[in-house]
C-alpha cells in the first residue's frame, strides 16, 4: 500500500516529531514523514529532522503580516510537498478557521492533557490543582475551536502524591510518544482504504 504524505508541524524541541518519524520508518507503517516545519527558527527539532533525513524547514510567523498570510505561505509549501496528513507536534500557534478548514479531517494535533479536561495551556498545573488522581494526553483532530476536536486516541497515566508539574511532564512525554504513532496509523490507513 502506498503510504500517506504526512508533514509534521513543531515549534520546539521535536521529540514527538522523531517518535513520529521512527515509527514511519517501518515496512508496514501507513505514512512516510516528508517535511517537517517549525514556525520558530530556533527549534531543536529541525536538526533533530534533518540528522533522520528528512527535509526540515523554518517559515517564521513575524515573517508575515498577520496569521492569515503566515498560513497561506505554509499552506502553500505543504500543497507544493503534496502532503496529505498533517500532524502537530508542539506547533504552538493557534491556527485559524481559514487554515483548518482547508485541512479538515487531515489535521492533527497531540495535547498534554485528557480532553475535554485542560485545553489550552498549562495542562500539568492544572491537573494538579485540581486534584486529578489520572492525567494523560490525547490526539485528535484539529477543528476551528481550540482542542475541541473528535479524540483519535488518548493514553492515561497515574498522578502520584510528590508530582509537580514537570514530573508529570517528564513521565507524560515517553507516553505521548508512544500514542502519536498509534493513532497517526489509524488516521493514515482510513486514508489509505479511502483512497
Ligand atoms: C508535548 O508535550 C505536546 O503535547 C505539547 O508540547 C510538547 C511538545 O514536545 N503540546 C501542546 O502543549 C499543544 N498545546 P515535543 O516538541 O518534544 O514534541
Not at 520546539?12 to 517535511?35: C, E, F
Not at 475535554?116 to 475551536?145: F, Q
Not at 497515566?157 to 497517526?184: C, F, G, H, W
Request: a positive charge; proline letters at 4%.
Amino acid at each position: 500500500m502506498r503510504k500517506i504524505r504526512t508533514a509534521v508541524l513543531i515549534s520546539g524541541r521535536g521529540s514527538n516529531m522523531v517518535s513520529l518519524v521512527k515509527a514511519s520508518k517501518g515496512k508496514n507503517y501507513p505514512a512516510q514523514i516528508n517535511l517537517v516545519i517549525s514556525n520558530n527558527l530556533d527549534a531543536a527539532g529541525l536538526d533533530k529532522a534533518k540528522d533522520l533525513g528528512i527535509m526540515a524547514l523554518a517559515i517564521d510567523h513575524r515573517d508575515f503580516k498577520n496569521r492569515k498570510q503566515f498560513e497561506a505561505a505554509l499552506d502553500a509549501v505543504l500543497k507544493e510537498a503534496k502532503i496529505e496528513l498533517i500532524c502537530c507536534a508542539g506547533f504552538m500557534r493557534v491556527l485559524t478557521p481559514w487554515f483548518v478548514s482547508r485541512w479538515e479531517g487531515r489535521l492533527l494535533n497531540i495535547h498534554p492533557s485528557l480532553l475535554p479536561k485542560y485545553k489550552g495551556l498549562n495542562t500539568h498545573e492544572r491537573a494538579l490543582e485540581a486534584g486529578d488522581k489520572e492525567h494523560g494526553c490525547t490526539v485528535h483532530y484539529v477543528t476551528a475551536e481550540l482542542d475541541a476536536g473528535e479524540t483519535i486516541l488518548q493514553s492515561r497515566m497515574k498522578v502520584l502524591p510528590n508530582d509537580t508539574p514537570n514530573s508529570l511532564a517528564e513521565r507524560l512525554l515517553p507516553i505521548e510518544q508512544a500514542t502519536y504513532p498509534d493513532a497517526l496509523k489509524l488516521v493514515a490507513t482510513q486514508i489509505q482504504s479511502s483512497t
